[in-house]
């Protein structure tokens, strides 16, 4: 593994690079254990372990929102999540210090990256809210002119808001919602999952109360019915047994009552920023 950079506005230490193999070579993103800011709410070291959770129940579940992610033992800065770099359609803006000839100087910023990923949420004013797309929540801005949070009908934004709901993703800001560039739609930043008190807080809420459907229905039933296996062993390889029981029981929920839920009520609905 390669470092050529890093992501100086991550709340946690979050470096860029490559790995390589046998003469293959992938972009990917490194997140060491070591550099996890301590959480009053999530227990210290165990956000690596929740990234690779949360892909495995992208991955077992058939929703596939989530990149390729390993915990990987062997780092430059020790263990932690690697997770394959999400390619968007545009990423002039994002200059691999090594093609310049220039000296490291990789320091990539959440604006920087937006700006090079088309988006598919968005702030707006009231009266410019995109054919076909859901409010989610009418606000002011710093000079107190109104404004609209905004996100597409998108049939994998939809599958995205289910797989909050099962992981019990408490970071869904706008960033991390990638188009990627051959047109699939990915989530990255799972490090805030699979905690057993709920904890939803998303900027997708534009299907509360839709009906899930046959669909998502059935990737729920088949979930559930891999968690009842040798999935829970995996998965219980990364989080804890009561966190794996609160899975189980979120799933049950939603297939007693096959609808998006709305906010409990109980805390912050929106990660705060919510970009």
């Known amino acids: 593994m390669d470092i050529t950079g890093r992501m100086v ?18 972009r ?10 301590p959480l009053w709410d999530f227990p210290d070291g165990t956000l690596a372990g929740r990234e690779v959770g949360a892909y495995l129940v992208s991955e077992t579940s058939g929703l596939h929102v989530v990149p390729p992610t390993v915990l990987r033992e062997e780092a430059p800065f020790g263990p932690g999540m ?13 200059t691999d210090p090594a093609d310049t000839g220039d000296e490291l100087d ?9 700006l090079a990923t088309e988006s ?10 995109p054919g076909g797309w859901l ?18 009908d998108h049939p994998q934004l939809r599958a995205m808001a289910l797989f909050d709901v099962v992981v019990n993703n408490a970071d869904r800001k706008g960033g991390h919602v990638i188009l990627a560039g051959d047109g699939e739609v990915y989530g990255v930043d799972h490090g805030l999952t699979l905690h057993t008190e709920p904890k939803l807080r998303t900027v997708l809420w ?6 899930l459907g046959e669909e998502h229905t059935a990737v729920l039933k088949e979930l559930r019915a891999r968690l009842a296996g040798e999935f829970a062993d995996t998965l219980g390889e990364h989080v804890t047994r009561r966190e794996v029981a609160a899975l189980r029981s979120r799933i049950d929920h939603l297939l007693a009552e096959p609808r998006f839920p709305g906010p409990d009520g109980y805390g912050p609905a929106i990660p705060w920023p919510a970009f």
Do not use: M
Not at 82 to 94: C, F, H, M, P
Not at 120 to 129: G, T
Not at 206 to 211: A, F, I, K, R, S
């Open 9 to 26: 506005d991550a709340s946690n230490a979050t470096l860029f690079g490559t790995v390589a193999l046998d003469g293959v070579e992938l």
């Open 28 to 37: 990917c993103v490194y997140k060491p254990v070591r550099g996890e800011r």
């Open 82 to 94: 690697v997770q394959a770099w999400v390619s968007s359609g545009d990423e002039s803006a994002l």
């Open 106 to 114: 990789g320091d990539l910023t959440e604006e920087t990256i937006r």
């Open 120 to 129: 598919l949420v968005e702030l707006c004013e009231p009266h410019e809210i």
């Open 135 to 152: 409010p989610v929540l009418r606000a002011r801005d710093g000079a107190g002119d109104p404004v609209v949070l905004v996100h597409a």
């Open 206 to 211: 534009g299907w509360v109360g839709d009906e």
